[in-house]
């Protein structure tokens, strides 16, 4: 429940930004899913911290000299190891 108060207003940026200003602008993302979704998907799974170092770092890689393609949000890494 913490987790989802803490992300809400990085969160609530994100979704202005898809609704309102993304349709102003032409549609240049290079990878797949969107840098904005891909974004959301990094917080809800990681977290504001490192969710939020996992897209800044996409925004970064998504330029005319970059890569493109299907580029999925790693999965969590669980601390524990079953035996």
């Not at 809800?44 to 939020?52: A, D, P, S």
């Not at 897209?55 to 524990?80: F, S, T």
Request: hydrophobic share 40%; glycine share 8%.
């Amino acid at each position: 429940m913490l987790k989802k108060i803490i992300i809400a207003p990085f969160l609530f940026l994100i979704y202005f930004y898809k609704i309102v200003l993304s349709p102003l602008m032409p549609s240049t993302c290079r990878f797949q899913p969107t840098c904005s979704s891909y974004f959301i998907e990094a917080l809800k799974v990681h977290g504001v911290f490192y969710g939020t170092y996992l897209g800044i770092g996409r925004i970064a890689r998504c330029h005319p000299w970059g890569k493109n393609g299907y580029d999925p949000v790693p999965e969590k890494k669980c601390k524990h190891q079953r035996i």
